[in-house]
């Protein structure tokens, strides 16, 4: 879906520019999801970025581990289990994509709708990656 393509020209373009020295927050609901796109992330961490996903665990799954990728698990009750977004801030590059599912609970994954916003504006941005460092104690 568009999401997905969304998220894949984000990380695509971290790739590209070598962007390096970020801390990138991403959130798939559940953390088997990630799976799919695990590859691209751990060449993002290569780059010596740190990456925080987000997402409930499923049981009989083990997340694919990695230097620099960190992985918090949500409960179902958690607000964040709702959305998908991805969140990056450097110096010459900031991307902000968070939507929300709206569509019914069970609803089958290929026809899963979502409501979002993508962001470019680096103010926004660093307040948003700010707020999100501050509530996990990330200091650098």
């Given at each position: 879906?568009?999401?997905?393509?969304?998220?894949?020209?984000?990380?695509?373009t971290?790739i590209r520019?070598?962007?390096?020295?970020s801390?990138i927050?991403?959130?798939?609901?559940q953390?088997?999801?990630?799976s799919?796109?695990?590859?691209r992330?751990?060449?993002?961490a290569?780059?010596?970025?740190?990456?925080w996903?987000?997402?409930q665990?499923?049981?009989n799954?083990?997340?694919?581990?990695?230097?620099?990728?960190?992985?918090?698990?949500l409960?179902p009750?958690?607000?964040?289990?709702?959305?998908?977004?991805?969140?990056?801030h450097?110096?010459?590059?900031?991307?902000s994509?968070?939507?929300?599912?709206i569509?019914?609970?069970?609803?089958?994954?290929?026809?899963r709708?979502?409501?979002?916003?993508?962001?470019?504006?680096?103010?926004?941005?660093?307040?948003?990656?700010a707020?999100?460092?501050?509530?996990?104690?990330?200091?650098?």
């Amino acid at each position: 879906g568009m999401l997905s393509k969304w998220c894949a020209m984000i990380e695509k373009t971290i790739i590209r520019e070598a962007l390096t020295g970020s801390h990138i927050f991403v959130g798939f609901q559940q953390l088997e999801y990630f799976s799919a796109v695990f590859e691209r992330y751990q060449q993002i961490a290569q780059l010596g970025n740190t990456i925080w996903v987000f997402g409930q665990d499923r049981e009989n799954f083990t997340p694919p581990t990695t230097e620099n990728i960190n992985y918090i698990n949500l409960h179902p009750n958690d607000l964040l289990i709702k959305e998908w977004f991805l969140l990056v801030h450097h110096g010459v590059y900031s991307r902000s994509l968070s939507a929300i599912e709206i569509s019914a609970p069970n609803t089958p994954h290929s026809l899963r709708e979502f409501r979002g916003i993508l962001s470019s504006n680096p103010k926004l941005i660093q307040v948003v990656h700010a707020t999100v460092k501050e509530t996990l104690a990330i200091s650098s």
